[in-house]
T-cell receptor, first 115, second 115 residues
Framework: AQKVTQAQTEISVVEKEDVTLDCVYE???????LFWYKQPPSGELVFLIR??????QNEISGRYSWNFQKSTSSFNFTITASQVVDSAVYFC????????????FGTGTRLQVFP | KAGVTQTPRYLIKTRGQQVTLSCSPI?????VSWYQQTPGQGLQFLFE???????NKGNFPGRFSGRQFSNSRSEMNVSTLELGDSALYLC??????????????FGQGTRLTVV
């Protein structure tokens, strides 16, 4: 069975603090994709990053960075120097490769950044 | 390039009625998926269409149905509405080739309230 766990329900930080959102996944597939999406109050899920299971390179994009570790089945997301505009719900998702676009989502982590 | 467009944005229906939601994918995207988002169950996969064919279906009752047209636009229908169908319904589109798929891009959703 495939499953994504985001144990942190809600995180509150003050602006300029660094924050890490945790994601742990389960799958029997040897090839899969992992994603992070951001959902602001408007409701739309905004794509942030995609990672292939065969590419464990970590990635940095501006203030965002992602740490993918197959050994611990984790795909964590760090925001450096958080800003109020980062306040949103963040979802981690898993997709098997073959013949489907179906995403398995975690329950999301609500991030509140206070000024 | 226009994003995924969902109409209507908001809908209020009475128990027992039926409803049709519409989704126009990004131009060139032929894969469309639907998700239901509720506070209790989170984001759950409803179904997936590619080239007018349903490729995958989530664990929802038969009251939930969908279709895709030749221009890739998709509709989902919920018959005999129940209070528990109140949710944000999200549509996503992606480009899908023989060897590759892009990530899913989401619309802003249709918020359905059943009273």
């Amino acid at each position: 069975a495939q499953k994504v766990t985001q144990a942190q329900t809600e995180i509150s930080v003050v602006e300029k603090e660094d924050v890490t959102l945790d994601c742990v996944y389960e799958t029997r597939d040897t090839t899969y994709y992992l994603f992070w999406y951001k959902q602001p109050p408007s409701g739309e899920l905004v794509f942030l990053i995609r990672r292939n299971s065969f590419d464990e390179q970590n990635e940095i994009s501006g203030r965002y960075s992602w740490n993918f570790q197959k050994s611990t089945s984790s795909f964590n997301f760090t925001i450096t120097a958080s800003q109020v505009v980062d306040s949103a719900v963040y979802f981690c998702a898993l997709r098997a490769v073959y013949n489907t676009d179906k995403l398995i989502f975690g329950t999301g982590t609500r991030l509140q950044v206070f000024p | 390039k226009a994003g995924v467009t969902q109409t209507p944005r908001y809908l209020i229906k009475t128990r027992g009625q039926q409803v049709t939601l519409s989704c126009s994918p990004i131009s060139g995207h032929r894969s469309v998926s639907w998700y239901q988002q509720t506070p209790g169950q989170g984001l759950q996969f409803l179904f997936e269409y590619f080239s007018e064919t349903q490729r995958n279906k989530g664990n929802f009752p038969g009251r939930f149905s969908g279709r895709q047209f030749s221009n890739s636009r998709s509709e989902m229908n919920v018959s005999t509405l129940e209070l528990g169908d109140s949710a944000l319904y999200l549509c996503a589109s992606s480009w899908r080739g023989r060897e590759r798929r892009t990530e899913a891009f989401f619309g802003q959703g249709t918020r359905l309230t059943v009273v």
